[in-house]
């Protein structure tokens, strides 16, 4: 479920998404015992610092499980399956595995028979301070990897779909590309004051008429050395495409 960045780690969706309401962060470095997040608000953001915990989130199936509880709310393990395209049983394993991490509960159904599944929290990533750890890097490639794929899956699905937009949203999509120089500390500075910008937007209770839930993807890294010149280069103008 990867969308936006919480400003001091690498985040993701729960998965796909942007994940980030309140703005209450706990660290995660093993599973968490039952009925730790019943002493929470629902919507925590979490930091993982253990490597084992960011394998298990690597994996496709748990990232679109996520996502998809995120976005629809609590479902059946069926419910998911239509969702990632695996049976039943399987996402009823994963299912319980995201239990066993913390990230998803079982809720009481109308019916009392079938299993329904909730999610726990609002966003998950890495701290800053954590990611010199050789360990922690090697885990955080392949999560990085997925919500990248899962970034630009929805940016390839709304382009495939664009003709259907109504055209005040197609005028509001925005594509922006720049390529300022900056220190690592003013890169990390930025990725909070674009964080604090949308802070308001996720946290409001109320929306206005004509409101709807977007995809924000903020990805800053520096050039590959084959890129770079001996010289420092000049900042060109950002490239945008969509209303000013």
């Given at each position: ?8 780690s690498n985040?993701?969706?729960v998965?796909t998404c942007?994940?980030?309401?309140e ?7 093993s599973p ?35 996502s998809?509880l995120?976005?629809?709310?609590p ?8 969702v990632?395209?695996e ?19 079982q809720?009481?159904?109308g019916?009392?028979?079938?299993r329904r ?7 998950y990533g ?10 922690i890097?090697?885990?955080m ?5 997925r ?6 899956r ?17 005028k ?8 300022p120089?900056?220190?690592p ?11 604090e ?11 206005p008429?004509g ?5 924000v993807s903020?990805?800053?890294v ?8 001996g ?6 103008r ?7």
């Amino acid at each position: 479920m990867p969308d936006p960045h919480e400003a001091d780690s690498n985040s993701g969706p729960v998965a796909t998404c942007p994940y980030t309401c309140e703005r209450v962060t706990n660290s995660i470095d093993s599973p968490i015992p039952k009925g730790y997040f019943r002493k929470m608000s629902f919507g925590n953001y979490l930091e993982l610092t253990d490597p084992k915990v960011m394998r298990a989130l690597a994996h496709p199936v748990r990232m679109a499980i996520l996502s998809h509880l995120h976005e629809a709310g609590p479902a059946t393990a069926t419910e998911c399956a239509k969702v990632t395209e695996e049976s039943p049983s399987a996402c009823s394993y994963h299912l319980r595995r995201l239990a066993e991490l913390g990230f998803v509960e079982q809720t009481p159904s109308g019916d009392g028979r079938e299993r329904r599944w909730r999610l726990l929290i609002s966003g998950y990533g890495i701290p800053k301070e954590a990611q010199d750890r050789p360990e922690i890097l090697a885990a955080m490639r392949p999560l990085t990897r997925r919500w990248i794929e899962d970034a630009q899956r929805v940016v390839a699905e709304y382009m495939r779909r664009e003709p259907r937009f109504e055209p005040a949203w197609r005028k509001a999509a925005t594509f922006q590309q720049t390529n300022p120089t900056v220190t690592p500390e003013e890169l990390i500075r930025i990725g909070e004051q674009i964080q604090e910008l949308f802070a308001p937007y996720q946290e409001r209770q109320e929306h206005p008429e004509g409101a709807e839930r977007v995809h924000v993807s903020f990805v800053a890294v520096p050039w590959p050395p084959k890129r770079r010149s001996g010289r420092r280069p000049k900042t060109r103008r950002s490239t945008h495409r969509g209303k000013r």
